[in-house]
């Protein structure tokens, strides 16, 4: 990914207009990134109706259902690189407040939420783990607990942006591990920014074949490919 990016963030304005608001963003920037629109239910791809898409249905994900705020484009991806590469992890609380709004009326809720962890060779040159940083913040606001133990990435992979799509499957295949017995009937895998879904479908079926009967994801974006 591009990291070179507008870092400018004032605090108590938009971060793409400098308009005077409480909040990252202000409600007239928002339009242009967070757009109601039909998408998958399973995977989040963006469809002309809201129901599973052929991938879907054709090879069906270890995980059921996949919610995200916006698409990863212009200028919502700038926001998570800000978020991701330019040491601002309080991007979080705002990403998480309006993911939380859309949760909220969701029942079920999961029982845990499990961020994708980044190997400790890359959290120590991140400084901090993105996905960790908004599923705390998400967690907090709907009541969930979010477990940071369950789920350890074992190999230190290539990072899935830097590879053709046919080979990220195999990227983290065998990449993570659970550390104990999964006590959870249903759980949501929280990332940054799902791609082709195969880091959060690996996890996933980890935690399937631990007797886990459903997994969700939660992200902040999708790729449209």
């Known amino acids: ?50 129901k599973a898409c ?44 309006k993911l939380a709004g859309i949760l909220t009326n969701d029942d079920p809720l999961p029982e845990i939420l499990i961020p994708v962890p980044l190997h400790k060779h890359r959290q120590r040159e991140r400084g ?35 590879l053709p799509m046919k080979i990220r499957k195999n990227n983290v295949k065998g990449a993570f591990k659970l550390t104990d017995a999964n006590p959870f009937d249903y759980a949501a895998i929280v990332d940054d920014v799902i791609t082709t879904g195969s880091t959060t479908n690996e996890i996933a079926s980890l935690l399937i074949k631990s007797g886990c009967r459903r997994v969700d994801v939660w992200a902040i974006a999708r790729t449209q490919i």
Request: overall charge positive.
């Open 1 to 50: 990914m591009d990291t070179d990016v507008n870092t400018q963030f004032l605090e108590g304005t938009c971060f793409f207009c400098l308009t005077k608001t409480h909040k990252a963003w202000c409600y007239w920037c928002e339009q242009d990134f967070i757009q109601d629109k039909h998408r998958c239910p399973v995977c989040a791809r963006n469809t002309s109706t809201p």
């Open 54 to 97: 052929g991938s879907c249905l054709k090879h069906q994900p270890f995980f059921t259902c996949t919610r995200v705020l916006f698409d990863y484009k212009y200028p919502g991806n700038h926001l998570i690189k800000t978020f991701k590469f330019n040491d601002r992890p309080e991007l979080a609380h705002s990403f998480a407040d």
């Open 128 to 162: 901090y783990n993105q996905s960790l940083e908004f599923a705390s913040s998400i967690g907090k606001q709907l009541g969930i607990t979010v477990n940071t133990t369950l789920c350890r990435r074992t190999i230190d992979t290539k990072r899935q942006s830097t």
